[in-house]
Protein backbone atom coordinates (compact mmCIF):
# COMPACT_ATOMS: atom_id res chain seq x y z
CA UNK A 1 0.00 0.00 0.00
CA UNK A 2 2.87 2.55 0.80
CA UNK A 3 4.47 1.55 -2.54
CA UNK A 4 1.16 2.59 -4.26
CA UNK A 5 1.11 6.13 -2.58
CA UNK A 6 4.99 6.87 -2.98
CA UNK A 7 3.86 6.07 -6.61
CA UNK A 8 0.55 8.16 -6.76
CA UNK A 9 2.67 11.25 -5.25
CA UNK A 10 5.37 10.57 -7.47
CA UNK A 11 3.00 10.97 -10.62
CA UNK A 12 1.25 14.09 -8.73
CA UNK A 13 4.40 15.93 -7.99
CA UNK A 14 5.44 15.36 -11.48
CA UNK A 15 2.11 16.77 -13.26
CA UNK A 16 2.33 19.73 -11.02
CA UNK A 17 6.16 20.36 -12.25
CA UNK A 18 4.88 19.81 -15.96
CA UNK A 19 2.11 21.62 -15.65
CA UNK A 20 4.27 24.90 -14.02
CA UNK A 21 6.74 23.92 -17.10
CA UNK A 22 4.89 23.81 -19.96
CA UNK A 23 1.82 25.64 -21.38
CA UNK A 24 -0.63 25.09 -24.70
CA UNK A 25 -1.55 28.29 -26.42
CA UNK A 26 -4.13 28.26 -28.97
CA UNK A 27 -3.36 31.06 -31.90
CA UNK A 28 -5.75 33.52 -32.73
CA UNK A 29 -5.29 35.70 -35.49
CA UNK A 30 -3.55 36.18 -38.48
CA UNK A 31 -0.47 38.38 -36.85
CA UNK A 32 2.03 35.09 -37.18
CA UNK A 33 0.82 34.33 -40.82
CA UNK A 34 2.21 32.47 -42.45
CA UNK A 35 4.36 30.52 -39.68
CA UNK A 36 1.11 30.11 -37.48
CA UNK A 37 -2.30 30.53 -38.53
CA UNK A 38 -5.49 31.17 -36.37
CA UNK A 39 -6.93 27.85 -34.49
CA UNK A 40 -2.74 26.71 -33.96
CA UNK A 41 -2.11 25.20 -30.81
CA UNK A 42 1.22 25.75 -29.39
CA UNK A 43 2.84 24.05 -26.87
CA UNK A 44 5.22 26.47 -24.89
CA UNK A 45 8.42 25.79 -22.39
CA UNK A 46 8.05 29.02 -19.52
CA UNK A 47 11.12 30.29 -18.82
CA UNK A 48 10.46 33.53 -17.12
CA UNK A 49 11.79 36.61 -19.44
CA UNK A 50 14.60 34.42 -21.10
CA UNK A 51 14.33 34.55 -24.84
CA UNK A 52 16.84 34.12 -27.71
CA UNK A 53 16.78 36.48 -31.35
CA UNK A 54 14.06 34.15 -33.84
CA UNK A 55 12.59 32.85 -31.27
CA UNK A 56 8.57 32.27 -31.20
CA UNK A 57 7.73 33.55 -28.10
CA UNK A 58 4.28 33.68 -26.01
CA UNK A 59 3.72 37.30 -23.79
CA UNK A 60 2.00 38.38 -21.15
CA UNK A 61 -0.01 41.48 -22.53
CA UNK A 62 0.09 43.92 -20.32
CA UNK A 63 -3.37 45.30 -18.21
CA UNK A 64 -4.52 48.90 -19.44
CA UNK A 65 -3.59 50.83 -16.13
CA UNK A 66 -1.66 48.17 -14.31
CA UNK A 67 1.73 48.68 -15.89
CA UNK A 68 4.71 46.53 -15.04
CA UNK A 69 1.58 43.64 -13.45
CA UNK A 70 2.09 40.60 -15.05
CA UNK A 71 -1.18 38.81 -16.30
CA UNK A 72 -1.30 35.78 -14.56
CA UNK A 73 -1.08 37.55 -11.33
CA UNK A 74 -4.97 38.06 -10.49
CA UNK A 75 -5.85 39.52 -7.03
CA UNK A 76 -9.19 39.06 -5.86
CA UNK A 77 -11.96 41.24 -7.23
CA UNK A 78 -9.70 41.86 -10.14
CA UNK A 79 -10.79 41.18 -14.18
CA UNK A 80 -9.05 37.27 -15.18
CA UNK A 81 -5.41 37.62 -17.03
CA UNK A 82 -4.97 39.39 -20.04
CA UNK A 83 -4.71 37.22 -23.03
CA UNK A 84 -1.45 36.16 -24.14
CA UNK A 85 0.10 37.21 -27.47
CA UNK A 86 2.27 35.22 -29.94
CA UNK A 87 5.26 36.98 -31.55
CA UNK A 88 9.11 36.77 -33.14
CA UNK A 89 12.10 37.84 -30.47
CA UNK A 90 13.72 40.38 -33.70
CA UNK A 91 16.44 41.66 -30.90
CA UNK A 92 17.44 41.50 -27.46
CA UNK A 93 19.53 43.21 -24.93
CA UNK A 94 22.65 44.66 -25.94
CA UNK A 95 21.57 44.42 -29.47
CA UNK A 96 22.51 47.27 -31.78
CA UNK A 97 19.53 48.27 -34.40
CA UNK A 98 20.37 47.51 -37.54
CA UNK A 99 18.90 49.34 -40.50
CA UNK A 100 16.93 46.55 -41.74
CA UNK A 101 15.76 46.32 -37.93
CA UNK A 102 15.47 49.61 -37.76
CA UNK A 103 12.94 49.94 -40.87
CA UNK A 104 10.89 46.75 -39.79
CA UNK A 105 10.25 48.04 -35.86
CA UNK A 106 10.38 51.78 -36.78
CA UNK A 107 12.87 52.47 -33.98
CA UNK A 108 16.51 54.57 -34.21
CA UNK A 109 19.25 53.33 -36.69
CA UNK A 110 22.01 52.33 -34.33
CA UNK A 111 20.37 52.73 -30.88
CA UNK A 112 21.11 49.19 -28.88
CA UNK A 113 18.09 47.30 -27.05
CA UNK A 114 17.64 48.46 -23.45
CA UNK A 115 18.74 46.20 -20.87
CA UNK A 116 15.60 44.06 -19.37
CA UNK A 117 14.15 44.66 -22.90
CA UNK A 118 13.48 42.82 -26.34
CA UNK A 119 12.18 43.66 -29.63
CA UNK A 120 9.15 41.63 -31.20
CA UNK A 121 7.36 41.37 -34.39
CA UNK A 122 4.53 39.64 -36.02
CA UNK A 123 5.68 37.56 -39.23
CA UNK A 124 2.96 39.28 -40.66
CA UNK A 125 3.47 43.30 -39.69
CA UNK A 126 0.00 44.20 -41.45
CA UNK A 127 -2.50 42.70 -38.76
CA UNK A 128 0.26 42.30 -36.17
CA UNK A 129 0.63 44.31 -32.28
CA UNK A 130 4.29 44.72 -32.19
CA UNK A 131 7.49 46.65 -31.58
CA UNK A 132 6.34 48.47 -34.61
CA UNK A 133 3.80 50.49 -32.07
CA UNK A 134 4.87 49.14 -29.01
CA UNK A 135 8.49 50.06 -29.40
CA UNK A 136 11.07 48.26 -26.50
CA UNK A 137 8.93 45.41 -24.34
CA UNK A 138 10.09 44.68 -21.24
CA UNK A 139 11.77 41.19 -21.07
CA UNK A 140 9.87 39.59 -17.87
CA UNK A 141 6.58 39.57 -20.27
CA UNK A 142 8.34 36.83 -22.17
CA UNK A 143 6.00 34.23 -20.48
CA UNK A 144 8.02 31.28 -22.66
CA UNK A 145 9.22 29.62 -25.80
CA UNK A 146 7.38 28.44 -28.50
CA UNK A 147 8.93 24.33 -28.89
CA UNK A 148 6.03 23.02 -30.73
CA UNK A 149 3.19 22.95 -32.67
CA UNK A 150 0.58 21.38 -33.57
CA UNK A 151 -1.66 22.61 -36.87
CA UNK A 152 -5.43 23.12 -36.65
CA UNK A 153 -6.14 21.36 -39.66
CA UNK A 154 -3.11 18.55 -39.59
CA UNK A 155 -1.20 20.74 -42.48
CA UNK A 156 2.72 20.61 -41.36
Do not use: W
Not at 116 to 139: E, K, T, W
Request: glycine residues 14%.
Amino acid sequence: MSVLLGVVFVAAVAGLVVRRCLLIVEVEGASMKPTLHDGDRLLVIRLGGLARRGQVVVLDRERPGRPGRRSGEPRTGEPPPAPLIVKRVAGVAGDRISAELAGRANLPVGDRVPAGHVVILGDNAAASLDSRSMGYVPAERVAGVVVGRFPKDGRS
